[in-house]
């Protein structure tokens, strides 16, 4: 079975990677790609690392509804994304979804190392200035989306309206996904990432995040890795991009410990939020370690890695929520709750927060159970957490 699964993925939408070829000759191939990314909006065909993607007829793809068991079948370290995923869900669509979004994630990978941060002229429909890798990134993904065949509808923070990828309502899948996040500090040669989150059938509003099937985080840093969570299999999962171009599982996070690291966004309105301006000076007077980037995929993916800490983004009456629940908030609350962690908004996990519209935009914390609790009280003056235990669901 796990064979077939890696035979299926590789055969149909992956480019053939060879263990023995390379670094250079990796990175050559990716340069002749470049023009044809750049050119055309549409979104019907494309390359990876130079080898066109082999399209296959809608019709000899089958739809597979994942069924329920009681058995959970035990990941190894070192193996390889197809067969992770061949254990982690039966799902045939929603592996082959999140394989053509790796295949993407590496090519953004090499982009964000090669590209040029100059500014363009455009902006988005919210306003915020777009960057030519952000649009690169976000073609790529749609591109992926497509080529998946089990993708009905997607959604991007830089194009915020649903497209129509041609994937089946029933056995597919909608996914929403923030592109570039932080590539305001691309140009400063910090990590960015991508995200995404993965909804059943075709709709992306009037859910929450607990109705994701699955969710994931790209990061381009000094390695780059492909973090992965999957509702109902255990644990957040990260994945490290080798020199031959394929994904090897590096580490599994079933708990967030206790520990003082903390990373707080929008410090802000710490002018005219006097409680989150007590809970920053609780860190520096407990001697926190200060942890902050200004990309919140760096930021939280720290307390997956380092398995503690906080990360907050509070609001004020005149600073605004800025995050935005569909595309970053909702994605990155099943990642840090998988990994057994937990989320808030200030009185309730993120992941049970309905949303309402597609630019819906919220403050939130995510860390261990005890920061939680402290970051409840301190703004809100209790914690629906209080006397939970660890790992219960509220």
Request: proline share 4%.
């Amino acid at each position: 079975m796990e064979t077939g699964v890696a035979c299926f993925a590789r055969g149909t939408i992956l480019p053939s990677v060879a263990s023995q070829h390379s670094t250079s000759s990796y990175a050559s191939s990716t340069r002749s790609t470049s023009s044809s990314f750049t050119t055309s909006r549409s979104l019907k065909s494309s390359s990876f690392f130079g080898e066109a993607l082999r399209v296959i007829p809608r019709s000899s793809l089958k739809v597979s509804k994942a069924q329920n068991s009681s058995l959970i079948t035990k990941c190894e370290i070192g193996e390889s994304l197809e067969d992770f995923l061949s254990k982690a869900t039966p799902d045939k669509g929603l592996i082959r979804l999140l394989i053509s979004m790796s295949e993407a994630i590496r090519t953004i990978a090499f982009k964000v190392r090669t590209a040029s941060c100059g500014g363009t002229a455009c902006v988005n429909s919210f306003g915020d200035e777009q960057l030519a890798v952000d649009m690169l990134a976000d073609k790529l993904l749609f591109d992926a989306l497509s080529h998946s065949h089990f993708c009905k509808y997607a959604c991007s923070e830089e194009v915020p309206e649903l497209q129509d990828m041609g994937g089946p309502v029933e056995g597919g899948f909608s996914v929403a996904f923030d592109p570039l996040d932080g590539s305001s500090i691309v140009d400063t040669n910090f990590t960015v990432g991508t995200i995404f989150g993965v909804w059943p059938g075709d709709k992306l509003t009037g859910v929450t995040g607990r109705d994701q099937v699955a969710a994931a985080m790209g990061i381009y840093g000094p390695r780059t890795t492909y973090v992965i969570a999957i509702k109902g299999f255990p644990g957040t999962h990260e994945f490290l991009l080798l020199d031959e171009g394929k994904w090897q599982h590096v580490k599994e996070t079933t708990e967030i410990s206790e520990g003082k690291m903390f990373s707080p966004g929008n410090l802000r309105a710490t002018f005219d939020n006097p409680d989150y301006d007590k809970l920053i000076n609780y860190y520096v007077k407990e001697k926190y370690t200060l942890r902050y980037t200004g990309g919140m995929v760096p930021d939280v993916n720290q307390i997956i890695v380092k398995e503690k800490g906080v990360f907050t983004n509070v609001i004020s009456p005149t600073t605004k929520a800025k995050l935005r629940l569909l595309f970053e908030v909702a994605p990155l609350g099943l990642l840090i709750e998988n990994a057994g962690g937990y989320s808030s908004d200030g009185t309730q996990s993120v992941l049970d927060k309905v949303i309402v519209n597609l630019d819906d935009r919220t403050q939130v914390a995510y860390g261990s159970k005890n920061e939680i609790i402290r970051f409840e009280e301190t703004l809100y003056g209790s914690s629906r957490l209080k006397g939970v235990p660890v790992g219960a669901s509220v």
